[in-house]
Each structure stands twice: as structure tokens, then as C-alpha cells.
């Protein structure tokens, strides 16, 4: 039990550094020094750098991609809209992963090309097939006459790029809860892509 709360505690340093100095301009010792152990001894906990970067990276992959399982087991108001409405629930899924850990968020949206060799290759495929799963909710849309747009591809991309811009600004505690901003963004989302009649 030390052992995982000691790693925790490494994560959560890492994340806050590597959000702050980015993770080029964050050191091993800067990492010890934020959980009050020695830099040599951080290395009975993990093995490298890389490895912090890459545990944090691929925890929030994982994150991100069981929150849009959920939605897609869920698949709410199908039967009403059809398969167009998957993407505003994908929005507000994808906003309330950010909100709910926005160091470790910020880390994976802005770090993850730091992690080398097959980790890089691994996370870069994973985020094409997560980016696919809006393109495809989009496309469904289009074909189903609820979206109207010319390229689903492009737009998932520019959606995905405005939501993980919450990670620049979002502080908790701000003016507005984790969820209202959820529902703002997807809302936001449904105009980027011309919604032609009301999603719930």
C-alpha cells in the first residue's frame, strides 16, 4: 500500500510540473524534490521519466476512451434523433474527463509527443481511432440529416481542439461547475457542426 501511494503521490507531482514547466523543462530531481524524497531514491518507485510521462499518458487514454464506451453502450436519444445525438454526448463525456483531473488532462494533451519509440507510435494510434469515434458520430449525423457539414473529418478535429482547450483555462472552483461548462461545450459543438433540429 506505501508503495502505490508513493507512486500516486510521484504522478501527481509529475503532472503538476509537466502541466507548469512542460516535461523538457521538468527534471527528475524536480520531481523528487515536489514529493520530498531524495533523486535517487524516486528511482525505486519508477524507472525514468519516460516512464512517469508514460504512465500519466496512458492512464488518461484509457480515461478518455472508457468514457466514450459508456456513451456508446448508453447511445441516448437514438431512437428520437438517431445516431447524430452520440456526439453531444461524446462532448460532454470528453469535458468531464478533462474537469475531473486537469493536471493529468493538460499532460496528455500537451505532452504525450514526449513519450518515445512505441509508446509514441501506441498513443498517437489510439488518439486516431478516439478522434474517429466524433467523426463517425458526425457522419452518422450528416446522413441522418441532423448535422449538416461537408467534411465529418475536419470537424471532429476542430471540435476536439476546442474542447481540449479546457485544459489552458479551466480552474475548479471557477465561475461555472464542471458540469455547466460540459453542457456549454457540447452545446458549442452542435453549432460547429450546423445542427438542423433540437438534441436533448
Same mark, same amino acid.
Given at each position: ?5 508513493r ?5 501527481e507531482a509529475a503532472?503538476s510540473?509537466f502541466?507548469?514547466r512542460g516535461?523538457?523543462?521538468t527534471?527528475?530531481r524536480d520531481?523528487?524534490?515536489?514529493v520530498d ?5 524516486l528511482y525505486a /518507485?519508477?524507472?525514468?521519466k519516460? #516512464?512517469v ?6 492512464h488518461?487514454?484509457?480515461?478518455f476512451e472508457?468514457a466514450a #464506451?459508456a456513451?456508446?453502450?448508453?447511445d $441516448?436519444g437514438?431512437a428520437?434523433?438517431g ?8 462532448a460532454?463525456?470528453h469535458a468531464?474527463v478533462?474537469?475531473?483531473?486537469i493536471?493529468?488532462a493538460?499532460?496528455?494533451? /500537451?505532452?504525450?509527443r514526449a513519450?518515445?519509440g #512505441?509508446?509514441r507510435?501506441e498513443?498517437?494510434?489510439?488518439r ?6 466524433f467523426s463517425s458520430?458526425i457522419a452518422d449525423? =450528416?446522413?441522418?440529416g ?6 465529418p473529418?475536419?470537424a471532429a478535429t ?5 474542447l481540449?482547450g ?5 480552474? $475548479?472552483?471557477?465561475r461555472l ?5 460540459a #453542457?456549454?461545450?457540447?452545446d458549442l459543438?452542435?453549432?460547429a =457542426?450546423?445542427?438542423?433540429? $433540437?438534441? $436533448?
Amino acid at each position: 500500500m506505501v508503495e502505490i501511494t508513493r507512486r500516486q503521490a510521484i504522478e501527481e507531482a509529475a503532472s503538476s510540473l509537466f502541466r507548469e514547466r512542460g516535461y523538457s523543462g521538468t527534471s527528475v530531481r524536480d520531481i523528487a524534490r515536489a514529493v520530498d524524497i531524495q533523486g535517487a531514491s524516486l528511482y525505486a /518507485h519508477v524507472t525514468s521519466k519516460q #516512464d512517469v510521462l508514460w504512465s500519466i499518458v496512458e492512464h488518461m487514454a484509457s480515461t478518455f476512451e472508457a468514457a466514450a #464506451d459508456a456513451v456508446e453502450q448508453a447511445d $441516448p436519444g437514438a431512437a428520437a434523433f438517431g445516431r447524430g445525438v452520440y456526439l453531444i454526448a461524446l462532448a460532454r463525456a470528453h469535458a468531464g474527463v478533462i474537469t475531473d483531473d486537469i493536471e493529468r488532462a493538460s499532460v496528455f494533451v /500537451h505532452e504525450w509527443r514526449a513519450l518515445l519509440g #512505441d509508446r509514441r507510435e501506441e498513443i498517437a494510434r489510439r488518439r486516431d481511432a478516439y478522434e474517429e469515434r466524433f467523426s463517425s458520430a458526425i457522419a452518422d449525423g =450528416v446522413r441522418t440529416g441532423v448535422f449538416e457539414v461537408e467534411d465529418p473529418s475536419l470537424a471532429a478535429t476542430y471540435v476536439l481542439t476546442a474542447l481540449n482547450g479546457l485544459v489552458t483555462w479551466y480552474r $475548479p472552483g471557477g465561475r461555472l461547475s464542471a458540469r455547466a461548462i460540459a #453542457d456549454l461545450y457540447a452545446d458549442l459543438s452542435l453549432r460547429a =457542426v450546423k445542427a438542423t433540429r $433540437p438534441v $436533448p
